[in-house]
């Protein structure tokens, strides 16, 4: 079976947990799904602190990216107040986006991981969604790219996937394993994690 690899594009100020849902979700595919999702983590500098101030080391940087080794792109959101936008729209960061979709492969995004697609172009007259709380300001900058807001938890058009807030983040996750294998499997590792059909704890 093909090894499905997943870029995790981080930018400086990202949320931990935004990312980690990626990690565990194809790591558990790996190890007890079917076995062929990898997810390689990447980054625009050597060291990246995280929104609380985890230190990650990223195993790639910006400038190593080769298309041709990915078949999916994952990005979390972060907080202004701790960076994340001064990476996440960069011109490199953006171009990674743009380079993904171009080849019509799988984007997914959570929470405000989406104002960099919007911002990149790819999403322009297309459909939407980003955080909505504080008065739905990031949802008008997401429009501002030229982006059709949809009010969802999470919205998916053709091959991107974006979302409204980092609770919907074990869904989008869940979501991008199912487009990446099939909706049995992503049934048999969201059992094996505990979860029932729908993402939710069982009981």
Known sequence: MKTKKVLLLLSNGFEAYEASVFTDVLGWNKQKGDGCTEVITCGGRE??????NFTVIPEMLLSEVDLNMF??????????????????FSDEFLSVIREFDRANKIIASI???ALPVGRSGVLKGRKGTTYHLN????????ASYGVEIVDQLMVIDKNIITSSCPSTALNVAFTLLEMLTSLENCYKVKHLMGFNKE????E
């Open 135 to 142: 008065n739905g300001y990031r949802q008008d900058q997401l």
């Open 71 to 88: 078949d999916a792109l994952a990005i979390p959101g972060g907080f202004e107040e701790a960076g994340f936008y001064t990476d996440a």
């Open 47 to 52: 060291k990246l602190k995280c929104t609380w």
């Open 111 to 113: 929470c405000v991981g």
């Open 199 to 202: 993402g939710l704890t069982n």
